[in-house]
Each structure stands twice: as C-alpha cells, then as structure tokens.
C-alpha cells in the first residue's frame, strides 16, 4: 500500500472498489490470458471483517483467475507487524472448490515455514504455496533444505559482482538490499566506495560470523 499507487486508485485501494478490480480481472483473463494461454493472478490484502473478505474472494473467483494470493496483513499494516492467519481455515475450502490456486504471503522465510503452514492448516494434500519476498532477497539459499548464511551469500555474490559486472554502484545496490539496515554492517558498506574498500568489510563480516 504504498502512496505512489494508492493515492490514484491502484494497488491496495482496489479492495475499495471490488467491482472495478473484477472487471480489471475479467478483461485481464478474457483479453490475454485466454488468447495467449497465460495465468493471470491476483494478490489482495485482508479485510478486518471475515464477511467482507469472504464476499470480495467469492467475487474475484469469479473472473477466471488461476492463482490467487493473499497477503495476510490489512492495508494499514507494514511488514515489521505479524500477519493474521485467522480467517485462512475457513477460505480454504472455498478456494480450493473453486480450482483456484492459494498461495500465501506474510513473514514467510524458509521452506520449513511452508511444511509449519500446511501442516497447521492440515493441508495434507500439500496444496498451499507460499510467497517469499524479503527474506529470499536478502538470502536467496532459503529455497534449499539447508541454506547458506547470510554472509556465505553476500561474499559470493560480491565476487561474482566483481569478477563479471564490474559495475561498483550496482553492486553496492546489490549488497544494501541485502543487508538488513539495522546491522551493524550496513552503515559500513553504504560508505564504500570501491570493491577494495567493499571487500575489507565483507572480510571483516566474514571473519565476525566465523568465530
């Protein structure tokens, strides 16, 4: 929900107005989509209201969408707040009916978060998907059974950076992202100014995690 989109109608504020984003839906499936044999998906936020929320996913099953994901967090709240998985057991069924695929998102980090999730809402069919934003940009080994630490990740992709890319600024882009702005690294690495300077941080990071 952020002021860019939300400010014109877009994004989050489309749950305000369920018909207008059906019929985006249904124009988005009957003119691309089907012609051209595509998925055409769609990811909402909560409702405080389960009645409300319901009627709005009944609606949006509607339009002829393959893939539904909910984000369950309301539009007011941020990704530092914990998703509400509440309402979940009750949708299930009525999107699975539907032959609609559910994928959920919300502070999930690893691939034992999907097996926790299935298992709580005893999806034993292990239809549910999951959705992993943050955590996979700032390690993207979360997908493997055993991922690699943060600072295995950020030195490897530096030195791919460096070996192939050869471009400074993107990188460092690159190594932001990744970083978490509260670690005592960040501030460190934004101030950098080359790949040598870069490389004595991730070697002093390195040399941290390793004792």
Known sequence: PKN??????MGAELLK????LCCILINLVEKIGIPKKKSI???IRLFNNYYQLKNLIEKILQTGISNLTIHCRTPIMRNRQ????????KLIPI?????????????MQNVNDLKNLQMALNDNEKKLSIMIAEAAEANPSIFNQFPKPQ??????LFEICQKYYENFL???????NMIPGKSKYFQKISQTKNFHQMDNILNEISRSEER
């Open 95 to 107: 999107i699975e009916n539907s032959q609609v695929n559910l994928i959920i998102n919300g502070n």
């Open 170 to 176: 993107a990188t460092k882009f690159l190594m932001l």
């Open 41 to 43: 998906s769609c990811k």
């Open 82 to 89: 914990d998703p509400i998985w509440n309402f979940l057991p």
């Open 151 to 156: 600072y295995l990740i950020i030195k490897e």
């Open 17 to 20: 107005t369920p018909d207008k």
């Open 4 to 9: 860019f989109s939300t400010h014109s109608g």
